[in-house]
T-cell receptor, first 116, second 113 residues
Framework: EPEVTQTPSHQVTQMGQEVILRCVPI?????FYWYRQILGQKVEFLVS????????KSEIFDDQFSVERPDGSNFTLKIRSTKLEDSAMYFC??????????????FGPGTRLTVT | DAKTTQPNSMESNEEEPVHLPCNHS???????IHWYRQLPSQGPEYVIH???SNVNNRMASLAIAEDRKSSTLILHRATLRDAAVYYC??????????????FGQGTILTVHP
């Protein structure tokens, strides 16, 4: 069964450093998402991406964040200058061939980001 | 997104049916009702979704009230592996929204052996 994969599973970085979290969505999916979950809190939407551009982003997704689909298979989230409060589990998700709210999203296992 | 209300927690015994309720009184005619769950230390997992009619799949059933202001996720025989947080979500439809999911607190389901 196809699945979303994410690397690395755990990333430790120092405050102020840049990190890139990588995701490989399901191959024929067209809609891509990043969510995050701070320990003990709700899952929060960060950004959605379709047709090589951001379709929607939350208030959390400020200028420090960017997303890219560099090669048609990977989908990346970059944080330019990490802060302590960026420590969280980051989940990538992808959605079906037509996308939108009628289609289910498939989530990856997550990358745990720890900023020290 | 339309607001949903779920109980904070529910308990069940293994191999018994579980009915997880969700209220969504402000639902609009085009809102789909989605259910996801999150097992401990894992990412969210799609369970089921529907619009008006009741739906069944290999994981669960979704019963939707006639006025669509509430729905119930039914796990026919709970297993220990079903212990998770269950989320009822109405993704925003239309405009520039491409199915953003807004997770609430969900219902923590505990399954006893």
């Amino acid at each position: 069964e196809p699945e979303v994969t994410q690397t690395p599973s755990h990333q430790v970085t120092q405050m102020g450093q840049e990190v890139i979290l990588r995701c490989v969505p399901i191959s024929n999916h067209l809609y891509f998402y990043w969510y995050r979950q701070i320990l003990g809190q709700k899952v929060e939407f960060l950004v959605s991406f379709y047709n090589n551009e951001i379709s929607e982003k939350s208030e959390i997704f400020d200028d420090q964040f960017s997303v890219e689909r560099p090669d048609g298979s990977n989908f990346t989230l970059k944080i330019r200058s990490t802060k302590l409060e960026d420590s969280a589990m980051y989940f990538c998700a992808s959605s079906g061939t037509s996308g939108g709210p009628t289609y289910e999203q498939y989530f990856g296992p997550g990358t745990r980001l720890t900023v020290t | 997104d339309a607001k949903t209300t779920q109980p904070n927690s529910m308990e069940s015994n293994e191999e018994e049916p579980v009915h997880l309720p969700c209220n969504h009184s402000t639902i609009s005619g085009t809102d789909y009702i989605h259910w996801y769950r999150q097992l401990p230390s894992q990412g969210p997992e799609y369970v089921i979704h529907g619009l008006t009619s009741n739906v069944n799949n290999r994981m669960a059933s979704l019963a939707i009230a006639e006025d669509r202001k509430s729905s119930t996720l039914i796990l026919h025989r709970a297993t220990l592996r079903d212990a998770a947080v269950y989320y009822c979500i109405l993704p925003l439809a239309g405009g520039t929204s491409y199915g953003k999911l807004t997770f609430g607190q969900g219902t923590i389901l505990t399954v006893h052996p």
